[in-house]
């Protein structure tokens, strides 16, 4: 008896946490606390039983989100928040597409999804619009920022993405290259497993802002034809 009433006890604590919450990712972590001797297998019963009442959605073993209560259901985790919960504290994220150039002022197209580049398999249980960027190992080598991850993402996609011309995306990488929250030598080392298109491109973005030392340290294409390729998007630019 004394057993089931700490169960009880145990669920109870849980259930009025979570109801209590909106717009947030619970583990099992969180309530470590309550994780006593018999304990564990009260806790996870009760989120299951969260579960199926609707009043939580599984992301994915051990994490849930607790979200806002629409006419359609429970409104779905945001992508960003669901992935750092999910992720390895290692790995860098960013936004990728039209989220991306949007974010950095090199397009005015609002992507209606949350688009991200994590250089991550992609995890259990994750929506929404997500780039794989596992073998770019040099991003997590230089533990890259969100804008940082971004700007590599943008560069990667300017032909397809951003919708300025050359002379105006160029200033506008002038002014990102000078944010205190962007370390150019990071950028520099996270290159080296950039696509040769990339790294062309972080080149000549790097020089025009005034980083010629730094832009010589990043790895030129060994094609001609992929640096031609890859720096149209900025021809006639000044």
């Known amino acids: 008896m004394a057993g089931d009433?700490?169960?009880?006890?145990?669920?109870?604590?849980?259930?009025?946490?979570?109801?209590?919450?909106?717009?947030?990712?619970?583990?099992?972590?969180?309530?470590?606390?309550?994780?006593?001797?018999?304990?564990?297998?009260?806790?996870?019963?009760?989120?299951?039983?969260?579960?199926?009442?609707?009043?939580?959605?599984?992301v994915r073993r051990g994490v849930y989100w607790r979200g806002r209560a629409s006419r359609f259901g429970m409104l779905s985790a945001p992508t960003a928040e669901v992935l750092k919960k999910t992720v390895d504290a290692g790995d860098a994220l960013g936004a990728t597409g039209w989220h991306a150039t949007n974010l950095l002022g090199l397009s005015t197209q609002v992507s209606p999804v949350e688009a991200l580049a994590v250089t991550h398999r992609r995890p259990e249980g994750v929506q929404g619009k997500l780039a794989t960027r596992a073998a770019r190992q040099g991003r997590r080598d230089a533990m890259l920022n969100g804008l940082e991850v971004?700007?590599?993402?943008?560069?990667?996609?300017?032909?397809?993405?951003?919708?300025?011309?050359?002379?105006?995306?160029?200033?506008r990488f002038d002014e990102l290259l000078r944010r205190d929250d962007l370390r150019v030598d990071r950028l520099v080392i996270a290159s080296r497993t950039e696509p040769?298109?990339?790294?062309?491109?972080?080149?000549a973005v790097l020089a025009h802002a005034g980083y010629k030392d730094d832009?010589?340290?990043?790895?030129?294409?060994?094609?001609?034809?992929?640096?031609?390729?890859?720096l149209r998007v900025i021809a006639g630019a000044s």
């Open 150 to 171: 971004t700007v590599l993402e943008a560069l990667e996609g300017w032909d397809r993405y951003v919708e300025v011309d050359g002379t105006t995306a160029l200033k």
């Open 5 to 58: 009433q700490r169960q009880m006890s145990v669920a109870g604590r849980v259930r009025q946490r979570v109801l209590r919450s909106r717009d947030r990712l619970w583990s099992v972590e969180d309530f470590e606390d309550l994780e006593r001797a018999n304990s564990y297998s009260a806790l996870n019963n009760e989120l299951r039983r969260l579960v199926a009442k609707g009043e939580l959605t599984r």
């Open 196 to 203: 040769a298109a990339v790294r062309e491109r972080l080149r």
């Open 215 to 230: 832009a010589e340290r990043v790895r030129r294409a060994r094609d001609p034809r992929t640096r031609e390729r890859a």
